[in-house]
């Protein structure tokens, strides 16, 4: 699996996700445009819902980085959740689960160690999905390869952060473990909506960049676009 993430050294993650109810919202629309960002160059693609991760696995030969976002009442996490999810991943295709691993309790209640410990049980990559440097400390502590600044931003304590998180970023990267060795793989994800941006990502010492919303979410393009269209009187 080492060689998996050299694969993704230095390479750009395309996320295609469309919002719920979105006319991008199928999966023939999501695993095309998978094809497409391997065709364009992307290293891996970060797609959710099992239906998606399937019709994705049969369209690309990138590696898949693989979640399922489940609301439980009750409970803030809602990227891959539960144990009942991570399985779910796996048996979709997915070579990578990324998960929620921030401190807040889970709805199965178990703690993020479990998680890795199941992920790495079906021979999988983990990818811990942080807010802030002490859940990636977690995480790595609890095996995890892969961590990334998802949730920078998206919980209470980090809530208005700026993204792309580099200050973050540079944090992750300088983590050592007491014998000195290279730190966990770190993926900066969010906020990163110009070519500038990635790069800036990577010589904050990132390995790989995630880009969503700016490549795969047509609607949110089109809304922005449109936006700025509305604000010019006719002429």
Known sequence: ???L???LRGGLIVSVQAW????LDDPHVIAAMARAAQEGG???????????IAAVRSRVELPIVGLIKRVYPGFEPYITPTLHEVAAVIA??????????TSRSRPDGLDVAAVVEAIHGAARLAMADCAAAGDARDA???????VATTLCGYTPQTRGRALPALDLVAE???MRDDAGNRGP??????????PDELRAALYAGADAVVVGTAITNVDWLVREFAGSADKVPNR
Request: aromatic share 4%; net charge negative; charged share 20%.
């Open 20 to 23: 719920e109810g979105s006319a």
């Open 140 to 146: 790595r502590a609890a095996g995890c390869e892969i």
């Open 1 to 3: 699996m080492n060689g």
């Open 42 to 52: 992307a290293v891996a693609v970060r797609v959710q819902g099992v239906e998606n």
């Open 92 to 101: 979709a295709g997915a070579e990578i689960v990324a998960f929620d691993a």
């Open 185 to 194: 793989f770190v993926v900066c994800e969010g906020g990163v909506h110009r």
């Open 5 to 7: 993430l050299e694969r």
């Open 172 to 174: 992750l990267a300088a």
